[in-house]
């Protein structure tokens, strides 16, 4: 292999490694770090497990074992994620790759948050070592899409989604009915988990009186948020301007990364009315048809399908934007 083959190997390394934060990692990014010595074995590994715990690079390093100590100064450290290079609830990691005396750096993307941005990496190069960017990084960076949202967009990545008949309805002549299987739900209640807010309008709250909850999957309930102008999400909520602009404002101080939106069909319109307030949109169609009800929200021109399974007779078709 050539030195980029290598280098996307170990990279995929680090990529499998950092998914293993899903949920304890939050709000910090998932990492993956992988230590590969000078002969071409690795050496070390690690992950960011939890949030205010030791970062990827923390627990790559942990793992070297003592008798390969010496290795380090030819060895190359692959990171999916710059390494920090500020104080926060840990040390900087580029100050600890720096101690090590490595040779080389790997590293996925640059991260985003304002007190690293490209710090880290200066870190490193000022201190001799030989740092390469941008290995995997449209992987890298859509490994932690919420996370780059949240930091440069300034609010949380947007998942809409929505449940429709075969004939294109939402409900059974505007009465509630059941569309998902059971194990359609769950996968609902997962992605629920993966999400820190989950938002439903004034209709669907008072006609279903929906929980919200994660009791089919394990994990953080999220923050739940009804847009209703009697019971505003904020005090400060002005509802004669446009809505969603406030509501991004307000959850992204309260630090909400990923933002899951469940209807009803008015709702969903509101955020699909502009471009820039929606990022995923995932359709789960039953084989029923209703012949009436509440028409499910027609998708944007510039929707494009990533993803389509079957589950139990119901198909679930993930969309993203067209990439510009």
């Known amino acids: 292999m050539n030195q980029l083959e290598t280098d996307e190997t170990y990279m995929r390394r680090c990529l499998q490694l950092a998914a293993g934060g899903l949920h304890g990692a939050r709000p910090n990014p998932m990492v993956g770090a992988v230590i590969v010595s000078g002969r071409g074995r690795i050496i070390g590994e690690g992950y960011h497990i939890r949030c205010g715990e030791g970062h990827a690079e923390v627990n790559a390093f942990a793992s070297v074992k003592p008798e390969d100590e010496a290795q380090l100064p030819e060895s190359t450290i692959y990171v999916s994620l710059e390494p920090c290079s500020h104080y926060g609830r840990t040390p900087p990691c580029a100050d600890l790759i720096i101690s090590k005396k490595v040779r080389r750096a790997v590293v996925g993307c640059v991260d985003p948050f304002a007190k690293v941005c490209g710090r880290g990496i200066m870190k490193l190069r000022d201190a001799g070592i030989d740092v390469t960017v941008g290995v995997l990084e449209r ?34 002549h505007f009465k509630p009915t059941m569309l998902s299987t059971p194990f359609t739900q769950m996968l609902c209640h997962k992605l629920r988990a993966e999400s820190d807010a989950i938002l439903v309008g004034r209709v669907t709250d008072e006609r279903d009186n929906p929980r919200l909850d994660v009791r089919l999957w394990s994990g953080r309930n999220p ?14 909520a002005d509802f004669s301007r446009p809505v969603i602009p406030q509501l991004f404002a307000y959850l992204h101080d309260k630090g909400v990364q ?44 510039n929707a494009v399908a990533v993803s389509r399974r079957e589950y139990d007779g119901n198909e679930i078709i993930i ?6």
């Open 139 to 172: 992987e890298c960076r859509e490994l932690n899409r919420r996370f780059f949202t949240f930091n440069e967009r300034q609010r949380p990545y947007v998942v809409l989604k929505w449940c429709r008949s075969a004939d294109g309805y939402m409900d059974d």
């Open 258 to 301: 990923q933002l899951l939106v469940e209807g009803g069909a008015e709702t969903h319109r509101r955020f699909l009315e502009n471009d820039e307030w929606w990022d995923e949109i995932r359709v789960e169609t039953s084989p029923k048809t209703l012949g009436g009800g509440t028409r499910a929200p027609r998708l944007p021109g």
């Open 223 to 236: 923050m739940r948020i009804v847009i209703d102008r009697n019971r505003p999400f904020t005090p400060s």
């Open 319 to 324: 969309y993203e934007k067209v990439k510009r």
